[in-house]
């Protein structure tokens, strides 16, 4: 038998980390720890050992590759292995890794969830396998974006989870970050956990660790977002904070003047906007952001955004001579000129968002090369996937600080398409499909399938790709959609039960097939649209429906119960973690029972029940659920009588 041996060409760091990552899976697989060499040139002929390096070290006589619209941008794997020898090789760094995840995920390996716990490592024999797979990834942007409650290791997780499972993308969000990690450390929302201070020092630290993490693997990192609205003004932009510091009659003379006052936006600084027609403001404001790019290379597309209020536009006379968007716009193309006047590569992602729905009116972006699109739409309903629907409703005129914001997929589109008309260049879908909506689905099957149908859709709708705003554990009871996700968005091909199949079998053992149904019963019975508001909230029709949950979970209890003890222990935790998921679900049912009869004080103190079972058992779920984003979108059913 042929010695394992991986040769790494080149010296960029994500290439070498792809190497020494095939190493140690097969090591795991196989009980036989290949070595790791490094080579400066690709072999002339065939090669013995498995060869890691992008196309361009291997050279364009070898194979023919994949195309890529731009390799550096675009993502392609080529792989073809016989038993221990061959190549294994991506359009650039970041793609190498995925070709040696992508060549591992057919030798059978699999990873349903963040951490070790999630590694799903098959016995293999290398001498027995053949590879063949040429694939251009589908979407260009496929990431995920930091929120909820998180320790610095369970960010560390997802993003080594991410790149495992085909994401390229990963966005820190803020300067520091601080507000998300802030949220864990002290333990907002469990009162029986001893909350330790959290400085801003501290968050600064944990994202230099993290930069590493995504930059070795290769991955696009994006920043900021928020705050260029009051950092710029030394006014600190953390989170979504009140402030009761005293302003300077010159900051708050570039504050957003709304009935007739010019002060923060019900004390919130980031939810602040300001008097845009005022050149200084501009000014100032890109400056910042040129100085930010100057002082951090490492940063590949920076995020710049608005306030994230809304209906607080300027409303002085030379404001109301455009949109919001015009001034944006104006902005954007302000920061493009000194951006380019330094030579600074970053590109900018500008966003669609709540008063930026309605596009300009006469500015019109210059360099499209520079910025990239972000599509948000927050106030969309998950009941229903876009579409590429040929008749779209007409834009409502923009009304200034009295506007709605669309909910159906139909209206969504509309302004987006009516964005589209002024830019043609990058963008991709910026969706929160897992930073609330998946908890008004416990069953995490339903909001699979609109995802699923979500991303096959984008490209339909003109966008290429999809940055996930999201709680970084979504993995209880289970993992469907998030693996969907990065699977879907590498290959828009994807079957859904092929792939849901596939994935319970992995995730749950010889009982994945069961684990599955189990799962869409509990999706189906427990009505997220009934969960999202879109239906009355006393019905007997859905309190019906409650009642048979937890009879429909004591049904699936035995099949739980039998799997406890098997003896693969990273099997054996998912199945502990279904345990508590199904004592937590039972709970739920019967308070939204309650609430379905209008016996909100009832329905309440069950919550508080539940609520409390949940907060004391947060170290045995830590890393699949996010207990601060459990209780805080849930406790908004049952709210207290009288409050």
């Not at 390996?109 to 990834?137: C, K, M, N």
């Not at 390229?168 to 970050?177: L, P, V």
């Not at 907002?188 to 993290?210: D, G, I, Q, S, T």
Request: charged content about 25%.
């Amino acid at each position: 038998m042929q010695q394992l041996q991986v040769i790494r060409l080149g010296t960029d760091e994500a290439v070498g980390f792809a190497a020494e990552e095939l190493a140690r899976y097969l090591g795991e697989a196989t009980g036989e720890q290949p070595g790791v060499k490094a080579a400066d040139a690709a072999p002339a002929v065939e090669p013995g050992g498995l060869w890691v390096g992008t196309f361009a070290d291997f050279g364009d006589g070898l194979r023919h590759w994949p195309e890529t619209g731009d390799a550096a941008l675009d993502d392609a794997v080529f792989i073809e292995t016989s038993g221990s020898a061959g190549i294994i090789a991506g359009s650039n760094p970041g793609s190498t890794l995925f070709a040696v995840y992508r060549y591992l995920r057919e030798l059978g390996f699999r990873w349903v969830s963040p951490g070790r716990e999630g590694d799903r490592v098959p016995a293999v024999s290398v001498e027995a396998t053949a590879v063949r797979v040429a694939e251009t990834a589908s979407y260009r942007h496929r990431g995920i974006c930091i929120e909820g409650a998180v320790s610095y290791e369970n960010v560390r997780d997802v993003v080594d989870w991410s790149a495992k499972n085909g994401f390229n993308t990963y966005f820190t969000q803020f300067r520091e970050a601080h507000t998300f990690f802030n949220r864990w450390y002290t333990h907002m929302k469990n009162p029986f956990l001893e909350p330790e201070p959290f400085p801003v020092e501290r968050a600064r630290e944990f994202k230099a660790w993290l930069t590493r993490e995504i930059g070795k693997r290769g991955m696009v990192f994006h920043d900021v977002g928020h705050g260029w609205t009051c950092e710029p003004f030394g006014i600190p932009g953390l989170g979504w904070n009140d402030y009761e510091e005293p302003l300077s009659g010159e900051v708050t003379g570039y504050l957003a003047e709304v009935n007739g006052e010019r002060k923060l936006w019900r004390k919130i600084p980031m939810n602040t906007n300001l008097c845009y027609s005022n050149p200084e403001v501009r000014r100032i404001v890109t400056d910042d952001i040129v100085q930010y790019a100057r002082q951090h290379p490492e940063v590949d597309v920076i995020h710049f955004w608005l306030a994230d209020g809304s209906n607080n536009q300027c409303e002085c006379e030379e404001c109301r001579k455009g949109r919001p968007s015009d001034f944006y716009v104006k902005m954007l193309n302000e920061l493009d000129a000194k951006l380019t006047s330094e030579g600074l590569p970053a590109r900018i992602v500008f966003l669609i968002y709540v008063d930026l729905l309605w596009p300009p009116e006469h500015e019109v972006i210059k360099n499209k090369e520079r910025f990239i699109l972000m599509f948000a739409p927050i106030t969309r309903t998950y009941s229903r996937a876009f579409e590429a629907e040929e008749a779209l409703p007409e834009l409502p005129p923009y009304d200034r600080n009295k506007l709605e914001f669309p909910a159906s997929v139909e209206a969504n589109v509309a302004f987006l398409r009516a964005w589209q008309q002024m830019f043609d260049g990058d963008s991709f879908d910026f969706d929160y499909h897992y930073m609330w909506d998946h908890l008004k689905d416990p069953g995490y099957y339903a909001i699979a399938r609109t995802l699923h149908r979500d991303v096959v859709n984008l490209a339909d709708i003109g966008l290429n790709g999809l940055v996930s705003c999201q709680a970084q554990r979504t993995f209880l009871p289970h993992g469907l959609g998030m693996c969907l996700m990065g699977q879907a968005l590498w290959d828009r091909t994807t079957d859904f039960d092929a792939f849901a199949d596939d994935f319970f079998g992995a995730a749950f053992g010889p009982d994945g097939k069961a684990t599955r149904a189990y799962m869409a019963t509990l999706s189906a019975l427990f009505d997220p649209p009934y969960l999202r508001g879109e239906k009355d909230s006393v019905s007997e029709e859905s309190a019906a429906k409650f009642d048979s949950i937890p009879d429909a979970i004591e049904r699936f209890r035995p099949v739980i119960q039998r799997n406890l003890g098997c003896d693969d222990p990273n099997l054996a935790q998912a199945w502990r973690y279904l345990d508590i998921h199904a004592d937590m679900a039972a709970q739920l049912a019967r308070a939204l029972a309650l609430r379905a009869r209008g016996q909100n004080a009832e329905a309440h103190e069950r919550w508080v029940a539940l609520s409390e079972f949940v907060q004391k058992r947060e170290m045995d779920v830590q890393p699949v659920l996010d207990v601060f984003e459990y209780v805080a979108i849930l406790e908004r059913l049952f709210p207290e009588p009288g409050a």
